[in-house]
């Protein structure tokens, strides 16, 4: 069964901190993995997409890294912001016509000043 | 460009009612989903139109919900004989193409659906 799961559900930092979210999955064939934030009362925005042979990739504060062999993913926030305070969703969409585009449920990031 | 845009932005109903939600998709995008968010939770599938091809209703919880999309472009998510556990955020979002790199899904704000 295509799954994916992330964690921790929620997280509470210190504004200036770093952060890593993780996510496992196991949809295959595998096509590619995105991250999205969710702010509260806001529809998720893509941050960043990453396909079979890519490793890392960087969108400012945010880096998404892929282990393709091991079905993992992870976000790492560096010096983190008040307004990094959102819900973070990974989301993997499988090479085949038949599959989905499987949402995690997501790890809540608060973060205090 | 204009986004993805729903109506009404909020809808108070009395249980038993039918409601109608809209999405305005993106102009050209062939691919239309909708969702629901309950509280604190994350997203739940509910139906996903691509192009003129049958929609996937694998998500819908009942055969109270429905789902249109006319002309490949606007869509109506209609629950009929609401019920209190409908009350959610219906999500909807659309994206260039269902799948590789130019599926990222662009959402909409939300309908904030409450069944008194």
């Known amino acids: 069964k295509n799954q994916v799961e992330q964690s921790p559900q929620s997280l509470i930092i210190l504004e200036g901190k770093n952060c890593t979210l993780q996510?496992?999955?196991?949809?295959?064939?595998?096509?590619?993995l995105r991250w999205y934030k969710q702010d509260t009362g806001r529809g998720p925005v893509s941050l960043t997409i990453?396909?079979?042979?890519?490793n890392t990739k960087s969108n400012g504060r945010y880096t998404a890294t892929l282990d393709a062999d091991t079905k993992q993913s992870s976000l790492h926030i560096t010096a983190s912001q008040l307004s990094d305070s959102a819900s973070y969703i990974c989301?993997?969409?499988?090479?085949?016509?038949?599959?989905?585009?499987?949402f995690g449920s997501g790890t809540r990031l608060s973060i205090r000043p | 460009g204009a986004g993805v845009s729903q109506s009404p932005s909020n809808k108070v109903t009395e249980k038993g009612k039918d409601v109608e939600l809209r999405c305005d998709p993106i102009s050209g995008h062939t691919a239309l989903y909708w969702y629901r968010q309950s509280l604190g939770q994350g997203l739940e599938f509910l139906i996903y139109f691509q192009g003129n091809s049958a929609p996937d209703k694998s998500g819908l919880p009942s055969d109270r919900f429905s789902a249109e999309r006319t002309g490949g472009s606007v869509s109506t998510l209609t629950i009929q004989r609401t019920q209190q556990e409908d009350s959610a955020v219906y999500l909807c979002?659309?994206?260039?193409?269902?799948?590789?790199?130019?599926?990222?899904?662009?959402f909409g704000p939300g309908t904030r659906l409450t069944v008194l």
């Open positions: 979002a659309s994206s260039l193409m269902s799948g590789g790199a130019g599926n990222e899904q662009f």
């Open positions: 990453m396909t079979f042979s890519e």
């Open positions: 996510c496992n999955y196991t949809v295959s064939p595998f096509s590619n």
């Open positions: 989301v993997v969409s499988g090479r085949s016509s038949a599959s989905k585009i499987i």
